[in-house]
């Protein structure tokens, strides 16, 4: 099991665009219609089973956000800085 990290060592590892919040570190994603976001959230879908860490995905008209944390460290590990430096390398692609 990953260790948890410092608020600064979170501070310096989160990709831009993320923020933390509390235990969770948290990004919201625009789109121009409902449809692509729906296939940007089977896509993360698809990196967290293959990571097999499980960020929380919320479907909005036009936007996506994710929640990123390690239920079983208790608060936010390496394991959720890497799938959201993976979530952005897809989301650039
Ligand atoms: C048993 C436990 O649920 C599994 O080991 C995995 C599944 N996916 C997970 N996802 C997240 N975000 N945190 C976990 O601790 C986690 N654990």
């Given at each position: 099991?990953?260790?948890?990290?410092?608020d600064?060592?979170?501070?310096a590892?989160?990709?831009?665009?993320?923020?933390?919040?509390?235990?969770?570190?948290?990004?919201?994603?625009?789109?121009?219609?409902?449809?692509?976001?729906v296939n940007f959230?089977?896509?993360v879908?698809e990196?967290?089973e293959?990571q097999?860490?499980h960020?929380?995905?919320?479907?909005?008209?036009?936007?996506v956000?994710i929640?990123?944390?390690?239920?079983?460290?208790?608060?936010?590990?390496?394991?959720d800085?890497?799938?959201a430096?993976?979530?952005e390398s897809?989301?650039?692609d």
């Amino acid at each position: 099991m990953a260790d948890l990290l410092s608020d600064d060592e979170i501070d310096a590892q989160l990709p831009d665009e993320w923020t933390q919040e509390g235990d969770e570190i948290v990004r919201t994603y625009e789109f121009d219609d409902y449809l692509r976001g729906v296939n940007f959230a089977q896509m993360v879908g698809e990196i967290a089973e293959a990571q097999f860490h499980h960020p929380e995905i919320v479907i909005r008209y036009e936007e996506v956000e994710i929640r990123l944390t390690s239920h079983e460290a208790g608060g936010i590990t390496d394991d959720d800085i890497e799938m959201a430096e993976l979530i952005e390398s897809e989301r650039s692609d």
